[in-house]
């Protein structure tokens, strides 16, 4: 049942984590009611939600967030967004690519902010400094991570961190 089958599923599940499987869940909803049940792998540890709404996506949400908050769960905590100084977000603007997998993402500044995005696309998502050298996107903590690869004090790469222990290498080519 948590053995990834096809992307984040498992048989039943669908599965949360970067580097593993940490958590699962399975939700479902009909006409009056919506529910979600949310377990972790490696512990004893989980709740279920069951709403008697059509609409109960958002509080479902609210309400595991504030359960795994409350129970230190490692999975679906808010992290804090630290700040990117001016000289490491030109160090990280530019294009990353890696031709085998034929991915090219770009980071740019759109508005005042740093995002990324696949080179073919107009929009991008926010890239958020999550600790030192982890970067997410908003919402996406648990299952979309960023590291840069360094030599000396320039940045030469990325790794895309994805979909329970799904790593991707780019190289910085601009």
């Known amino acids: 049942m948590l053995i990834p089958q096809i992307n984040t599923r498992g048989i039943g599940a ?4 970067v580097e593993r499987v940490e958590a699962f869940w399975h939700s479902g909803q009909n006409l009056g009611y919506t529910s979600l049940l949310y377990g972790l792998s490696n512990q004893w540890d989980g709740a279920v939600v069951l709403v008697n709404s059509d609409g109960g996506e958002f509080f479902i949400q609210e309400f595991m967030s504030s359960v795994a908050h409350a ?3 490692p999975v ?15 160090q990280l603007i530019g294009s990353y690519e890696n031709l085998e997998k034929n991915k090219r993402l770009v980071i740019e500044m759109m508005k005042d902010r740093l995002v990324i995005k696949p080179e073919s696309t107009k929009k991008g998502l926010e890239l958020l400094r999550i600790e030192e050298n982890l970067y997410t996107v908003k919402n996406a903590q648990d299952y979309l991570n960023f590291r840069f690869v360094f030599k000396k004090e320039t940045i030469i790469g990325l790794e895309y961190l994805e979909a329970i222990g799904k790593k991707i290498k780019l190289t910085k080519v601009d």
């Open 71 to 73: 129970y230190e769960w």
């Open 14 to 17: 669908n599965l949360r984590g």
């Open 76 to 90: 679906l905590q808010s992290k804090p967004v630290l700040q990117i100084s001016e000289s490491l977000k030109n």
